[in-house]
């Protein structure tokens, strides 16, 4: 079992800049893939970022160049810093940690942390 809780959402102006945090325990984290995503309202739950235990590094095209993904295995956390925020990037961020090949799907996913709110004005 890997429990996952994020932090470090808010309310930022457009071109402002946030870094999420999800702190894990449970199972050995340098095992896992861990992933970024985020649902806005109406919206299904979308890919943003993920890592692998490597180090290997994914982006969605509309974060690519403005979001940068990291991890610590030493404080078995893993981090999403997000620079020149749109409007458009408003939404409940999620982390999650799983162990396959399918890195981008949701789907692929064991484990899930509750959430973060990012509300980006304009």
């Known amino acids: 079992q890997v429990q996952l809780v994020e932090s470090g959402g808010g309310l930022v102006q457009a071109g402002g800049s946030l870094r999420l945090s999800c702190a894990t325990s449970g199972r050995a984290f340098s095992n896992y893939h861990m992933g970024w995503f985020r649902q806005a309202p109406g919206k299904e739950r979308e890919f943003v970022a993920a890592?692998?235990?490597?180090?290997?590094?994914y982006y969605a095209d509309s974060v690519k160049g403005r979001f940068g993904i990291a991890r610590d295995n030493a404080k078995n956390t893993v981090y999403l810093q997000m620079n020149s925020l749109k409007p458009e990037d408003t939404a409940v961020y999620y982390c999650?940690?799983?162990?396959?090949?399918?890195?981008?799907?949701?789907?692929?996913?064991?484990?899930w942390g509750q959430g973060t709110q990012v509300t980006v004005s304009s």
């Open positions: 999650a940690a799983e162990r396959g090949i399918r890195i981008t799907n949701a789907t692929a996913y064991e484990y």
């Open positions: 890592i692998t235990w490597s180090g290997t590094t």
